[in-house]
């Protein structure tokens, strides 16, 4: 079983935790046009390379973000939320 | 009897004989017997027969991993003969067999291989209809394929799982795995060493080697106290991250380790020649083993094949084992010697060289070995051990991420892991002889305590310069007449793996699935290494080119109570449980918590609903509503945070008013509702639907991790209970109860929230109404719930009160048309759908959903949830999900169906067409049983349609 470290709890067993998807770029809802807006709830990308993405400690119900090669599957790094906001 | 004196035998006690049957006769054994050797000590050496062709089969490694030495045990098909002990009165019966073992009626298989082509099945039980193969051909196989059988009346058994950490893990307790593991030890790591022997040593504990070598590492193993040694205990499985499965009878040890040493050994292989399958042959390490482990001599005249010098040391021991030795065939060329070849012909041993087994013959109906030819002539013998090399253990190795080569010099498979916290040791990592395996098992150490940061005390020993002998490669040519096998398990022979080429099947993963080599219990054990060596003859290509199968866990077959484990079904009571059941309540499970269904007996259970349901409209009624999700949201942001989250208005909510929330996920949907009660500027308190909870929670602080609201979550859902007290007398009985707060009418009216004490207890109380009539909701802290709960009981006795149960709150919020999210809504319902325009603020900018319930009202609605009644004494009344009808194309289904006893007919939410909608309208709905009904559409609450009764 793969280990996730969690950013308040250390490294856990994966099965602790839930996978919230790759964090996107939320489009504006009032201005963006249909076929866009549907694309944005459907469409998932899926290319290789590494996505950061969200994921919640369940017991805890915190959510951090992890940085994963989708073809090795390995963690690079995962650090809290306020970071992604500071970097934006 | 074929057993030998002791020393042999190091296995079994003989101070302890056990009687045990197979095929219904008797058989004796002595403790620490498998039945494999227990029967091979009575000379009963044929175990099962074959998959395909009802062949005899018997012992062919002696180390469970053959289907060949499968047999059914009253509760556990398919156990492994060579590996289950022995106990009294154990009942043992063949697998595989139509009649008896002895006299099988589809031995006659055997004759008719020709017509049974591999890819036989793909291309005969396709038709001659389409679905011939489930109803004709499908229950002719399973009937004659198939092993063991499951015993749906077995005992339940205990199974436990444990977690295991560890430093390093060594898997394999053989030369190289014991001094890995004490080399850990000794650094002061902590160390588990597994195997799945019952002793340490591994071929240590029964090849001819210096006697001195084991005790001198298995010493040591027990002055070291962080040294766990676990025998008996397969590990079956490597995953991600260095977590590993290892199994020790019933009990599952999910094991974490820093590092990992892989000290798997090697598997040998047969060799390839036609009836190779008889018993009586043997690979050389299963013979040994009968001798050393369990003292049963394996045979009287045997023929040695030795490609290398474990066949050599194989002759020593059938010699001392006073089997005699006809001659030792060595496939090897003149020019190659072995150090041992003295001893034996010293010994009197014929040795020949250059040659090899042609063929062998069986007795009567192929029950035995009877003889072999070699160079053209037959030579007479009951026992044929084949030593003609072996390949690595590849399958933990290759889960753990290793690449299985091929080296053209030594022509020896190889394994090559990638840096990191897994390691090779011993016959694995291709070391041959013994002083090579242990050093090999320390050089595995230093890697693995040099990266836990241990200090490595002596430089470890380099890798032997010795260059391996260029191992024996056999010759695989298909024999004209066949029955050469190169995987038992499957009956699959030379020509059949050959054809598969034919077909065009080049790569091993398609000539697997063609042909299935290496998919039965064995898991080409072996018969992968002989494949690749075909298929890359056959192709043109080398064996590096052509690899291996990819190897999965689990390395071995696992019992489902293994991965059951001990399991007791969770479920959550409310605090008021002990309450309903000393009421006689009918407990029910809905999702994990256990409700009261009504309370009273289930004869009565009809009676019992329906005079629940006119309590609450008549009188007054207690309902447990524990269970619904409670949460608080607290903080500046509060009112926006609820504003972005639900469709109605909560920034402007007044304190002490409380709100219906209904929230809708991204793509429009309606996902929960509840009620939000603002208790101060920064404060809410929110409920959810019970089975939603967990995932509103979830789904809050998911969308606050982008948002950084200044806001805090809090999930008091087990924490808090609810009870709500219902019906036209409720507001007295809260009146006739201790608190300081003022129930009456103008002081707390309708959908108002209420903090203070009642009969000692605080409380939040809600004014909202689910069932329809005057209702209060009162929450307080679960450990003082029985209180309130008995404070109301108390004050209610006057006026009637009943506590009543789910089924009666199902039909009161039926009647009152009250949807329940995920009974009444689906994954694409809409607010407007649900006619809940009203809900959905039109002035917000953004919340949850916006967006996209407006982008589908564009796209135009094509349904609605609506109310149906049907005529009282209705004899047909249609089911939950039964479908509703337009032009007889399937516009809607029935959400929620249940007898009215306030209106005395059926009553029913359905989805109909959208032009259905209107008040009167008939729509047609399909019963169970395909009768078409007819019910008209009521657009309001059946009862009470003005709403007067919940704000009295």
Redesign the interface.
Known sequence: ???LTCPMNGPR?IDEF?S?GPVRA?PD??A?A?RD??RH??RAENRKGIVVE?W?H?PS????LAERNLVS?EIIRTFD??EL?DRA | MNRLPAPFGSRIDRSRPIRFSFEGKPFEGYGGDSIASALAASGQWVLSRSFKYHRPRGILSMTGADANALVQLPSEPNAAAERTPISEGLRVSAQNVNGSLERDRDAIMDRFGRFLPVGFYYRTFMGPRRDSWLKFWEPIIRRKAGLGVVDTKAPHRHFDKTHLHCDVLVVGAGPAGLSAAIAAADAGADVVLCDENPEVGGVLSYDRYDPAVLPGLSSRLEALPNLRLLTGTVCNGW???N?LALIQGNRLH?T?AREVILATGAIEQPAVFRNNDLPGIMLGGAAQRLIRHYGVRPGDSAVVLAAHDDGYRTALDLLDASVSVVELVDPRSAGVTSPLEAELRGKGVAIRKGATIEAAEGTAGNRHLARVRVGGSWIACDLLTVSIGSAPAWQLPCQAGGKVGYDAATQMMTITLPEGPVHLAGAVAGTDEIEDAIASGRRAASAALSRLGHAVADEPPAASPKVARPRYVQPIVADPKGRDFVDFDEDLQVKDLQNATKEGYREIELVKRFTTVGMGPSQGRHSALATARIVAEATGRTVGEIGITTARPPVGPETLGVLAGHHEALERRTALHARHVALNAAMKPVGAWWRPYYYGNASSAEAAVREEILAVREGVGLLDVSTLGKLEIRGPDAGEFLDRLYTMAHANQPVGRVRYCLMLN??GSVIDDGVAYRMAEDQFYVTATTGAVARV??DM??WN??W?LRVDVL?LTGAFSGLNVTGPKARQVLQALESDIDFSRDAFSYLSGREGMVAGVPVRVMRIGFTGELSYELHCPSSLAPELWNAVMAAGRPHGLRPYGLEASRILRLEKGHILIGQDTDAITTPDELGFGWAVSKKK??FVG???IE?RARLGQTRKLVGLQFPAGARNIPGESCLVLRNSAPAGQITSVGYSPSLERHIALAYVHVEDQAEGSLVTVKCRDGELVRAPVVAHAFFDPTNARQEI
């Open positions: 079983m793969k280990l067993n839930q919230f939320r809802p009032n963006t249909d807006w549907s709830l459907f969200w919640r369940v119900n915190y959510f951090f599957n939320a306020s906001r | 995953y991600e991250d977590w999910r974490r991204e793509m929670y979830a602080l998911f991790a982008e950084r999930n900018p953004f916006k967006r996209s982008m």
